[in-house]
């Protein structure tokens, strides 16, 4: 161990921060060999690393567009206007809650 008693305050104050710049430069100097460690063994057995983890999967169901869905609620005054009660409310949905009916009456 270091003896610290010997430093002034300016000195320690100075080596605290660059005590935490070290640190974090290691940190992340080891977090890389750390992956590059994974990624080799990974490689060795012929997998990628992203593989493994499930990265690769993950992004294309996240993107994924979502499917058609049925409407679930109809105009009463013209039942061709419908509404799947995604995305924002049709004005004939909103001019019927205004005028105090409920969005069950609105239900296919």
């Known amino acids: 161990m270091v003896d610290l008693s010997?430093?002034?305050?300016?000195?320690l104050y100075e080596l605290e921060k660059n005590l935490g710049r070290e640190i974090a430069r290691r940190k992340i100097?080891?977090?890389?060999?750390a992956i590059a460690?994974?990624?080799k063994l990974?490689?060795?057995r012929g997998f990628s690393l992203s593989e493994l983890l499930g990265a690769e999967g993950s992004s294309k169901r996240a993107s994924a567009k979502r499917g058609p869905v049925a409407a679930q609620f109809k105009n009463p005054a013209n039942p061709e206007q419908t509404w799947t009660g995604r995305g924002r409310k049709p004005q004939w949905v909103a001019d019927h809650l205004a005028g105090g009916g409920s969005i069950d009456a609105l239900r296919v």
Do not use: F, R
């Open 29 to 33: 100097e080891d977090k890389q060999k």
């Open 42 to 44: 990974a490689a060795d």
């Open 6 to 11: 010997g430093l002034s305050l300016p000195q």
């Open 37 to 39: 460690d994974l990624q």
